[in-house]
């Protein structure tokens, strides 16, 4: 059972933006921490953003400033707004949810920024 999907992945240009969506299926989604994170071709996954279920947030020194997580709980929605997109910040972005040791993964959303 598919428990989180993503979307809004994109090509865009170096200094664009893009909003990345991911919904949340059958869990209690209000009692979890949703994070996202990305991974690069032949680079380690690198942790994004995190906002925690009372909406605490916390980001990777590589996109503070640029990247802001939110999530919707009456909508069961998390959302990451990417500013000043750099080339950089090319890679599989994906969302997880975790709550006690449990945790659920998407399939990931493809984000391309171009020079």
């Known amino acids: 059972q598919v428990q989180v999907v993503e979307s809004g992945g994109d090509l865009v240009q170096s200094g664009g933006s893009l909003r990345l969506s991911c919904a949340a299926g059958t869990f209690t989604f209000s009692e979890y921490a949703m994070s996202w994170s990305r991974q690069a071709p032949g680079k380690e996954r690198e942790l994004v953003a995190v906002i925690t279920s009372a909406g605490g947030t916390n980001y990777a020194d590589s996109v503070k400033g640029r990247f802001v997580i939110s999530r919707d709980n009456t909508k069961r929605m998390v959302f990451l707004q990417m500013n000043s997109l750099k080339p950089e910040d090319t890679a599989m972005y994906y969302c997880?949810?975790?709550?006690?040791?449990?945790?659920?993964w998407g399939q990931g959303t493809q984000v391309t920024v171009s020079s």
């Open positions: 997880h949810a975790e709550r006690r040791g449990r945790k659920y």
